[in-house]
């Protein structure tokens, strides 16, 4: 396996930061997750223009031209030979002696990018069964919309899921309405038919895939209700899934132990599924 980092192309086993990086001592770093699909790479576009806008929220520079870090996350996923799976690219504020405030503005950010193949078989198990998922309270601040490597919360709630025999873990606010997974959103599908997801307001990170089921749901005619849920309506709720690159609409068959509709995934997650990858913006990797 290849990664790239900060210029080079090096062997992933050798692939190495330095001990200073303000990734690695302070989580003062952004990310992207982009879904490769049939030798697609799904939603670039989208995935650049959040990285855009992560990185001037926090007031950080871009590594390379938006165009050459596209030339280098295709060459990453080449060297690699992905045909599905993910590419991940990661931009920190550089290397710099620790000290908490922003280094010399010449200090050049670091970029890591790297690809991984899914196992295809166990991916079609997983939305064959569904996955289960446990509520945990909101713990984390209040801009979870940048899309940052600060995610100790989020590593917490999904340990905590997996010792619960689960798959995601999602935060609920003090109100008892669902936030988002840890690393996903969450839908639910009304006895109507109707989809219903929470405003991507700073409460929440707008998923890039989360904004595409927009144009899928359209493509196939479904109505979206952009409204807060509580964890009692999605237990109640005809389907329940949820969205991120990595997982498109993946259904949830479980809440805190409590069974999903009959416990199978739901028609029409399935549905959206299946037309993902038709609606998505695409490029050749
Ligand atoms: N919410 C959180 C907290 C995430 O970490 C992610 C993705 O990792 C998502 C939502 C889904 O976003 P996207 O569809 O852009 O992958």
């Not at 078989?121 to 069964?129: I, L, M, Q």
């Not at 619960?164 to 003090?174: K, R, Y």
């Amino acid at each position: 396996r290849i990664a790239y980092v900060n210029g080079r192309y090096v062997v992933h086993r050798d692939a190495c930061v330095h001990i200073e990086d303000r990734g690695y001592q302070f989580g003062d770093g952004v990310y992207e997750v982009c879904e490769v699909t049939r030798g697609f790479v799904v939603d670039t576009v989208r995935h650049l223009d959040r990285l855009n806008r992560s990185l001037s929220e926090l007031s950080m520079a871009w590594p390379m031209a938006r165009k050459a870090l596209v030339v280098v996350m295709r060459e990453v996923i080449r060297r690699n030979g992905v045909v599905n799976g993910l590419v991940y690219v990661q931009v920190t504020r550089g290397v710099a002696g620790r000290d908490f405030v922003f280094p010399s503005p010449d200090t050049p950010p670091s970029l890591v990018v790297i690809a991984r193949k899914f196992n295809m078989d166990a991916v079609a198990k997983r939305v064959e069964n569904g996955l289960k998922v446990i509520t945990v309270p909101e713990n984390r601040w209040d801009r979870v919309d940048i899309k940052s490597t600060g995610l100790l919360p989020n590593v917490l709630a999904k340990q905590k899921a997996k010792e619960a025999g689960c798959q995601e873990a999602w935060f609920i606010d003090t109100d008892g309405m669902v936030k988002e997974g840890g690393s996903s959103n969450a839908w639910i599908v009304t006895k109507d038919g109707v989809l219903v997801t929470r405003p991507a307001d700073h409460g929440i990170l707008r998923g890039i895939t989360r904004t595409t089921m927009f144009d899928v749901a359209e493509k196939l005619g479904l109505k979206i209700e952009e409204r807060k849920f509580s964890v009692a309506e999605a237990k109640a709720a005809r389907e329940v899934f949820i969205s991120s690159a990595t997982t498109i609409a993946m259904p949830i068959v479980e809440i805190d132990g409590a069974t999903i509709a009959n416990g199978h995934p739901g028609s029409i997650t399935l549905s959206l599924r299946q037309a993902f990858f038709d609606v998505a913006e695409k490029i050749k990797a």
